[in-house]
């Protein structure tokens, strides 16, 4: 699974999730390029309210991506991570 993180460098620096790589919104689709290995490898993406990574997702499955889910906030998508896997 890849953990997207698609705040801005100075949320980043306020703290992240474990594993999350910071990729701006929209760069994401030169960025999962070179990071996802499949069109259906379980992406997770988040920011600060759920904005931004719903773009993101809507980019990626333009894309033809089949496993995004956009986890809303960092302390969301915590909650989703410890519940789901």
């Known amino acids: 699974m890849l953990l997207i993180d698609v705040r801005s460098p100075q949320e980043w620096s306020e703290g992240y999730l474990e594993s999350a790589i910071r990729v701006e919104w929209h760069d994401i689709s030169v960025a999962i390029l ?10 997770v993406l988040y920011c600060r309210s759920g904005h931004r990574s719903g773009k993101a997702k809507m980019i ?10 956009n986890g809303g906030s960092l302390a969301e998508t915590e909650e989703f991570l410890n519940s789901e896997y």
């Open 60 to 69: 990626l499955e333009s894309m033809g991506f089949t496993r995004v889910v």
């Open 34 to 43: 070179s990071l996802a290995k499949t069109l259906d490898q379980p992406i």
